[in-house]
């Protein structure tokens, strides 16, 4: 089946029952389970639970039910945002650049589209790097910044911004000031990019 094919089935997929979403999911998940007429993803110390209501599906994280309740593509892409860096067919992690919350001279926290945070070690990113100080490629053409981090590339794309601003942001400004201060943020914090550019 081509991808193309594969996202149609995906977005108009009408699960019959738990099992065939836990079919999908198993092709692209790690870490997942189903006991119990219950689907179990396992990231990092945490977990999600999915389990089949009477309009599609609650979830449990870490044993505390949410306050949601899903139908089925949006539970598929849920449970995949929640375990992203960990999917089997997934190399490169796009996010927007205004999703960075707080660079250190450690790394980069970002919060996903579900407000949880994820961090990006800069030293596990130069053991992957070309050099032992460089953490990303960064292209000023194409706008972005792709770290080499173990699990999955996390990839921050730099758009112009028209209407919306993230207050949580910590970079500030127009595209092409927002681009280079992170440059002169990773800069000091000891490590360097490769310019792609």
Not at 34 to 63: A, Q, V
Not at 136 to 147: H, L, P, Q, S, V
């Amino acid at each position: 089946m081509k991808d193309n094919e594969k996202l149609y089935k995906v977005y108009h997929r009408n699960y019959k029952s738990i099992e065939e979403l836990y079919d999908d999911l198993s092709d692209v998940v790690i870490n997942i389970g189903f006991e119990n007429n219950k689907i179990i993803i396992h990231y990092n110390s945490d977990i999600l639970g999915i389990e089949p209501c009477r309009w599609g599906y609650y979830t449990y994280l870490n044993g505390k039910k949410e306050g949601y309740e899903w139908e089925d593509q949006d539970i598929y892409f849920y449970a995949l945002e929640f375990v992203h860096e960990q999917r089997k067919d997934l190399t490169v992690f796009e996010m927007n650049d205004t999703s960075i919350v707080h660079i250190t001279d450690d790394g980069i926290t970002y919060f996903d589209e579900f407000g949880r945070n994820h961090f990006i070690s800069f030293a596990d990113c130069s053991i992957n790097g070309p050099t032992a100080s460089c953490v990303a490629e960064r292209d000023a053409t194409k706008w972005y910044f792709k770290f080499y981090s173990s699990s999955i590339s996390i990839k921050f794309m730099f758009r112009s911004l028209f209407v919306f601003k993230n207050k949580k942001s910590v970079l500030l400004g127009g595209r092409l000031k927002r681009f280079k201060t992170l440059q002169k943020l990773i800069t000091d914090s000891g490590y360097t990019t490769y310019d792609l550019s």
